[in-house]
């Protein structure tokens, strides 16, 4: 089975943490035990009903304020398809927490409240999707109960919702649903309440969805993660160099060039856990060995020689600063690129993006927490590189603290 990774965001109080307790309870994917210890969790609450998103709220002070603060994460899977779920916060205060869960995902979905419709916040985390290159859109109409399952209503949100979404250029296909988290509509089982809906529930939607024209499997990339030198009697010559593919297809033969000494060989044999295999794509975890002995080492990259990457040393990026210290003028910070880590200066802070608005802000030379903007970096090594749109994991990077070791900010390079 595929593996798909999804994200919820919205408001404050649209219903994403009971939208994926919802969808989990409905799919029988919670243990008897966990269930038992939510509807004890509710009762001593006060609640009459269990409250579902006690399944992904787990930190003391989401449960005290009925909010979503951190990151979190939920597994389960149907017949068809796993799915890793990340639950990420609607507060403005905490979109770095949302940029960390949506960077690796496959889909978003937006919630909206059928009683306040589009607001400011929507269009917030839709921008943040459309700047992690998430192709793939559910806008989830939720409380359609408290509307009446009201068909007008429905209708007048998808019309303000399109017409901001024409701004968005990354993603490809979404999708609109009316549900109710609280009572099941449409999450799992096709609602009663609403027999003008014709489209698929949610969790069949997500089954179905296709996502496997995401990964880039034109441009050939593999950063060297490690050397594999057994030096056994058996692997008395091996010579591997291990990682995972991070994008297009290897196969024994090919011709590869090692950056960044311009080296070039051809693809001897290819090794998996599981014995030699006769290709590997991204994002498969593989040792590859060379026809030829050459100088390679953890953060160099290999490459087909007919498609390589950009080579630089001046990088433009957007990045979202995580740290509650500001990021001062021209900082000097350490970038970790794929397997290399290098310094790096910030030269420029070129704007920031008002994330309400997406306004450009200019004239600004440092970051707060939260704040999503563009800068020019040069680093002290050149890197190899395409840009996010490309390729997420080559277009992708953080920042860290020489101090501190903090992590400061993750980037998508443009």
């Known amino acids: 089975m595929d593996l798909l990774r999804f994200t919820t965001a919205g408001s404050v109080d649209d219903g994403k943490s009971t939208l994926i307790g919802r969808l989990l309870y409905d799919s029988k994917s919670i243990f008897e035990d966990q269930l038992d ?42 017949p068809k398809r796993k799915f890793i779920i990340a639950d990420t916060p609607g507060h403005i205060q905490y979109t770095r ?17 059928a009683r306040k419709g589009v607001i400011e916040q929507t269009k917030r985390h839709c921008f943040v999707a459309n700047l992690l290159c998430i192709q793939h859109l559910v ?36 999708t609109f649903l009316p549900i109710s ?61 291990a990682g995972r593919v991070a994008g297009g297809v290897f196969k024994p033969g090919d011709a590869v060039t090692v950056l960044p000494s311009g080296f070039t060989s051809r693809i001897k044999a290819i090794h998996s856990p599981g014995g030699e295999i006769s290709e590997a794509f991204a994002a498969q975890s593989v040792c590859l060995t060379l026809m030829d002995e050459i100088d390679i080492s953890r953060g160099d990259m290999l490459v087909k020689s007919n498609n390589p990457p950009q080579i630089g040393q001046d990088i433009e990026a957007m990045i979202c600063w995580f740290s509650p210290r500001a990021m001062p003028p021209r900082a000097k910070l350490i970038l970790r690129h794929t ?21 450009k802000i200019e004239g600004v030379d440092g970051f707060a927490m939260n704040d999503i903007g563009r800068i020019s970096l040069r680093a002290a090594v050149p890197l190899f590189y395409d840009s996010y749109r490309r390729n997420r994991q080559t277009g992708a990077f953080i920042l860290i603290d020489p101090g501190t070791h903090e992590t400061v900010a993750a980037g998508m390079i443009v």
């Open 339 to 359: 397997t290399q880590e290098t310094k790096a200066v910030v030269q420029q802070v070129r704007y920031h993006v008002d994330i309400n608005t997406l306004h």
């Open 37 to 78: 210890a939510r509807e004890d969790s509710s009762r001593r609450r006060g609640e009459k009903n269990v409250n579902l998103a006690l399944l992904t709220d787990g930190l003391k002070a989401e449960r005290e304020q009925g909010i979503t603060i951190d990151v979190a994460y939920r597994y389960f899977a149907t």
């Open 181 to 241: 988290a609280l009572n099941g509509d449409n999450v799992v089982d096709r609602s009663s309440n609403m027999t003008w809906y014709q489209g698929p529930t949610l969790l069949y939607h997500l089954e179905n969805v296709y996502v496997g024209s995401e990964a880039n499997h034109v441009e050939a990339r593999f950063p060297v993660q490690w050397v594999i030198r057994p030096m056994s009697d058996e692997w008395h010559d091996f010579r591997g160099y």
């Open 139 to 174: 806008v989830a109409v939720n409380k359609m109960d408290l509307v009446g399952y009201a068909e007008e209503v429905y209708n007048s949100i998808l019309e303000d919702f399109r017409e901001f979404a024409s701004r968005l250029n990354s993603i490809v296909e979404i």
């Open 97 to 113: 927490n949302m940029v960390t869960g949506a960077s690796t995902a496959n889909l978003a979905i937006i919630l909206i409240d």
